[in-house]
């Protein structure tokens, strides 16, 4: 959760032909980094066997979680033995295999776009395109901090959580970054892993909560600690109308998941802080037309997942800042499903949505 890294005598091979460029070109080169965590290629549980709203199960007992055991085709459908959930199935069928299952291995960002993360995105952009995905809207308005200022965009909080990005925006991030949209199927895996699912869980593993009051230390200043120090979660009884310092709970002290907020293999903030979407395998707008491809660093590219922006395919999970922290804490459950109804990103900008990307592991 906590330290620094480092990496000597790294390499990158850069093919800058395929740029379009010549060795003869003055280019500017930066290096960009974003933590991730591998997930391990292996069987994992979706549902907990709780009263998660929407829940997935094991046809026909809605107490039994479905056990994913390959990375093949999945049916989803009211079949004994097949996969289903309690609610949020439109469209009834195969998730192909072509379909991120979670089985495999995979790379997940640590922790969601940050808004030094995308501060950066925008700076590399030609500046006659980077106007497009500016968040223009008054400095501070829920938290975010992001402003242009002497031909540059800057933030003052750049280990926030950015929310009040559109749709598109954030799918251009993902293909900027080489990464891709993940899917509700590989969110259940990244939170719960391999573990024997505990009803009604939250992403670091049991159904209890510590939710933030406050901060000590200078908000925005990447420093700054959760009040009280064993909060684990951000949701609506703190008085800040947007996210915290991403990671905020995972310290030097931080001894467990649950102190940590952190999901199996150490994803943090899966719980609380920003909605995550996903692509849902309620609708065959999701299922059936998103495929494993990823990011090739230009800024827009027509994936499937792109053209899906439009239609049904997204819905969101893991909850956010502005949930309470008494009955519908539990939309911050790893398994519940409450708005996998889809066209969450075509209802951007929210300041309630944040994104993560992922990447399938070679």
């Given at each position: 959760g906590a330290g620094s890294v480092t990496c000597e005598q790294m390499r990158l091979h850069w093919n800058y032909a395929a740029s379009g460029l010549s060795g003869t070109n003055d280019v500017d080169i930066a290096v960009m980094g974003i933590e991730m965590v591998y997930i391990p290629e292996g069987p994992f549980s979706l549902g907990s066997g709780g009263t998660e709203y929407s829940h997935f199960y094991q046809y026909p007992m809605q107490s039994q979680p479905f056990l994913v055991t390959n990375a093949g085709p999945i049916l989803l459908d009211e079949t004994n033995g097949a996969l289903y959930a309690t609610g949020d199935v439109s469209t009834k069928g195969i998730i192909p295999s072509t379909?991120?299952?979670?089985?495999?291995?995979?790379?997940?960002?640590?922790?969601?776009?940050?808004?030094?993360?995308?501060?950066?995105?925008?700076?590399?952009?030609?500046?006659?395109?980077?106007?497009?995905?500016y968040p223009n809207i008054a400095y501070g308005v829920y938290r975010l901090t992001i402003h242009y200022t002497n031909g540059l965009y800057a933030t003052d909080a750049p280990d926030r959580?950015?929310?009040?990005?559109?749709?598109?925006?954030?799918?251009?991030?993902?293909?900027?970054?080489?990464?891709?949209?993940?899917?509700?199927?590989?969110?259940?895996?990244?939170?719960?892993?391999?573990?024997?699912?505990?009803?009604?869980?939250?992403?670091?593993?049991?159904?209890?909560?510590?939710?933030?009051?406050?901060?000590?230390?200078?908000?925005?200043?990447?420093?700054?600690?959760?009040?009280?120090?064993?909060?684990?979660?951000?949701?609506?009884?703190?008085?800040?109308?947007?996210?915290?310092?991403?990671?905020?709970?995972?310290t030097a002290n931080s001894s467990n998941r649950f102190d940590a907020g952190a999901g199996y293999y150490g994803v943090l903030d899966l719980s609380g802080s920003l909605w995550e979407p996903v692509v849902s395998v309620a609708r065959t707008d999701g299922r059936d037309y998103f495929f494993d491809e990823?990011?090739?660093?230009?800024?827009?590219?027509?994936?499937?997942?792109?053209?899906?922006?439009?239609?049904?395919?997204?819905?969101?999970?893991?909850?956010?800042?502005?949930?309470?922290?008494?009955?519908?804490?539990?939309?911050?459950?790893?398994?519940?499903?409450?708005?996998?109804?889809?066209?969450?990103?075509?209802?951007?900008?929210?300041?309630?949505?944040?994104?993560?990307?992922v990447r399938t592991a070679p």
């Open positions: 379909f991120p299952n979670g089985y495999q291995a995979l790379y997940c960002m640590k922790h969601e776009l940050t808004e030094g993360a995308y501060v950066d995105f925008l700076n590399m952009l030609d500046p006659s395109v980077a106007p497009n995905y959580p950015c929310s009040c990005l559109r749709g598109g925006w954030k799918l251009t991030y993902l293909d900027w970054s080489g990464l891709r949209p993940m899917t509700e199927l590989e969110f259940e895996k990244i939170a719960r892993g391999v573990k024997t699912p505990w009803i009604n869980e939250y992403a670091w593993g049991n159904s209890s909560l510590v939710a933030l009051t406050g901060l000590d230390g200078v908000d925005g200043s990447g420093e700054e600690t959760a009040l009280p120090v064993e909060a684990n979660v951000h949701i609506k009884s703190s008085p800040y109308s947007g996210p915290v310092r991403a990671g905020i709970f995972a990823y990011g090739d660093g230009n800024e827009y590219t027509l994936y499937p997942w792109y053209t899906a922006e439009s239609g049904n395919a997204y819905g969101l999970r893991g909850g956010g800042y502005h949930l309470n922290d008494g009955a519908n804490a539990n939309q911050a459950t790893i398994s519940a499903r409450n708005n996998m109804d889809g066209g969450y990103l075509i209802r951007d900008p929210s300041q309630y949505y944040g994104i993560r990307g």
